[in-house]
Nanobody
Framework: VQLQASGGGLVQAGGSLRLSCTAS????????MGWFRQAPGKERESVSA????????VYGDSAKGRFTISRDNTRNQVYLQMNSLKPEDTAVYYC??????????????????WGQGTQVTVSS
């Protein structure tokens, strides 16, 4: 499956962005999906993950209460709604997919496919 992330950009602190990840090549509903981010000089970290049905989600500590993951399997898309953005949210955001659709994985090594990333920059 090929993944294309989009929706990044420059936003002021306190603002919002909605990231989208479009899957092609195979039916997205077969895959569990996740969002990760990586800031310069830091390791890639899990932001959120969602099961293939969308019924189960998990969030990293930095995302809880501010970000919402969702998916529309009819469109082969996964979304990350990010509110109350902070400068420390600045990073390249990646979407990823794994074959164990009902599982929620937070480790990058558990994912089989990755998108190219979209830059999110939050100014103070």
């Amino acid at each position: 499956v090929q993944l294309q992330a989009s929706g990044g950009g420059l936003v002021q602190a306190g603002g919002s962005l909605r990231l989208s990840c479009t899957a092609s090549g195979r039916t997205a509903s077969n895959f569990g999906m996740g969002w990760f981010r990586q800031a310069p000089g830091k390791e890639r970290e899990s932001v959120s993950a969602i099961s293939r049905s969308g019924g189960r989600t998990v969030y990293g500590d930095s995302a809880k209460g501010r970000f919402t993951i969702s998916r529309d399997n009819t469109r082969n898309q996964v979304y990350l709604q990010m509110n109350s953005l902070k400068p420390e949210d600045t990073a390249v955001y990646y979407c990823a997919a794994h074959k164990y659709g009902d599982a929620l994985f937070v480790a990058p090594g558990s994912y089989d496919y990755w998108g190219q990333g979209t830059q999110v920059t939050v100014s103070s």
